[in-house]
């Protein structure tokens, strides 16, 4: 290791194919780890298992497979695994597999922010049909918090019928513990024409647990109460209501040039008997240049006691090309 302090580097990766990068390891999480390197201006994006060997003086805060979470340093031993160094002097391995996510406790306030944003357009000549999709997001990962929030936009027109308008928009808090527990807090926002939805709403809090957790997917499941409020552009009345909910986030991230993303929530009415709603999102991306990628996308809504009868189901899909931070 005499190379890497010779050039005064806290941090060395050794690649599988045996390149050597010196550097600061900012992060790691869903299987690329980021490092800022005095080679370049820009943070340098590796796929973690294209790493052979690790060596960092950094403290980090790691979580492994198995939901724990570590305060520590990390470096490769000579079988292959990674010597955890604890806080208390002692030491535990783990695997490379094993370790799914890793935080720099120093790390600067850009290399914990992800965003993205999306366009699309489409227009049939036939009746003058045009659509246009816009959606934005943006996160933020802590030492033990994540927040994260999203923007989206569809509009429709086309002669001699009305124009068709969707917003939607959120805004989620997650507090994570020991052994893949977590809190969580959503502030979600929906309008549609569809359903005469002026504005909904809803506020949720409640815990989940991952139930996979790794380097290529995990997969959630939480619940809690809700509360919603809605009104609407037919007449019908304003109404609140409180729910319980349940549901379930899956992300597979580690599938070479595509990814995906789906969620799924319940929501049996406590104060409404017999009221049913449900929310189900899937994104699938794929990246055909750094950065740049073209996405799918599906939402769709159900209400049994929707403000126009015989409108139960809103949805709305299309695809995009989108670029991320």
Do not use: C
Request: charged residues 20%.
């Amino acid at each position: 290791m005499s190379f890497f302090a010779a050039n005064g580097q806290k941090d060395s990766l050794v690649m599988n194919n045996g390149d050597i990068m010196v550097g600061e390891i900012k992060s790691m999480d869903k299987g690329i780890l980021f490092i800022e390197t005095p080679y370049s201006d820009k943070d340098f994006n590796v796929k973690w298992i294209e790493i052979k060997e690790v060596y960092s003086t950094t403290r980090f805060l790691v979580t492994l497979q198995d939901g724990r979470r570590i305060n520590t340093t990390l470096h490769t031993n000579a079988t292959g695994d990674i010597v955890l160094q604890l806080e208390d002097g002692l030491t535990t391995t783990t695997s490379r597999e094993e370790l799914v996510n890793l935080i720099g406790l120093e790390s600067e306030f850009w290399s914990r922010v992800n965003a993205s944003i999306d366009l699309g357009f489409s227009f049939t000549r036939a009746n003058h049909i045009q659509q246009g999709t816009a959606q934005i997001g943006a996160g933020y990962l802590g030492d033990t918090w994540s927040t994260d929030l999203f923007f989206n936009v569809f509009r429709s027109a086309q002669d001699s019928i009305a124009p068709t308008r969707r917003n939607e928009g959120g805004i989620n808090y997650k507090f994570y513990l020991q052994h893949d527990w977590y809190l969580m807090t959503d502030i979600n926002y929906l309008s549609n024409t569809e359903q005469a939805l002026k504005a909904r709403y809803t506020g949720k809090l409640g815990a989940g647990n991952f139930l996979i957790h790794s380097n290529h997917s995990y997969w959630g499941v939480g619940g809690g109460l809700s509360l919603n409020k809605e009104s609407f552009t037919n007449g019908t009345a304003s109404r609140s209501s409180a729910e319980v909910y349940g549901g379930t986030e899956l992300n597979l991230f580690d599938t070479g040039d595509l990814s995906l993303l789906s969620t799924l929530y319940l929501y049996p009415s406590l104060t409404e008997s017999g009221r049913f709603r449900s929310d189900f999102k899937v994104d699938t991306r794929y990246e055909f240049v750094s950065d740049f990628y073209v996405k799918f996308n599906l939402t769709l809504n159900y209400d049994n006691r929707p403000a126009i009868a015989g409108n139960e189901m809103d949805y709305v899909y299309g695809i995009s090309v989108g670029w991320k931070l």
